[in-house]
């Protein structure tokens, strides 16, 4: 990374790119931006953004990537595995892992990765709307809202239950879809949710994306 090392990563195809606060700091790098992050489960912790310049894995090279930062010891309790070590500088997943085709010979435990040809889908993009939410029974929960972000603006709030968006029934819409629409949108776009809050009448904040770049 950016021609220092090795360093060890754990490669995971369902995960982000992560790389924790030691790493970051032995490569002179300084975080920007105050986000919420989490894994399977309702549990959140803070998190950060760096940009690596270089990245190379064997003869593969990959320009200005970014990385979440956090520490991996807060991602689960485990005694053993993986996670249970500090040994570990991050997390290669499918933000670097997308650009390639990826096949694991596990006899001779050995990882080939061929470029893809032509732009990826969806590489380095993260939800602009500053919120994270899961599936319930009749809309979409709010687990948790960062502070300043265009969620937190627009009044949406940890335990809001999203039954509508734009007016369509939230249980007739995708986790997925409704996920890719906040990344993907263009910047700008409004989006409104119809909210039903507990002791609340159901109102309909507007959401407004945006984007912001790392330096």
Known sequence: MNGRGPFQFIFDTGSVNLITPATSG????KSVGDMKARGAGTHTMKASFIKVKQLKIGNAIVNDQLFIQMPLDTLADQKR????GSEF????GGGILKR????????????YLQPMRG???????????????????????????TKGTPAANAGLMKGDLITAVDGTPAKSIKLYELR?????????SRVDFTIDRRFASPSVPSLRSETRSLP
């Open 100 to 111: 390639f085709v990826v096949t694991f010979d596990y006899d001779r435990k050995v990882m």
């Open 81 to 84: 595995g993986a996670f249970a």
């Open 119 to 145: 732009p990826g889908a969806d590489l380095d993009t993260f939800d602009r709307a500053g919120m994270w939410f899961n599936e319930g029974p009749t809309g979409f929960v709010i687990v948790d809202v």
């Open 26 to 29: 032995e490569l002179g790098l």
């Open 89 to 92: 500088s991050g997390n290669i």
């Open 180 to 188: 890719r629409r906040l990344r993907d949108g263009p910047s700008g």
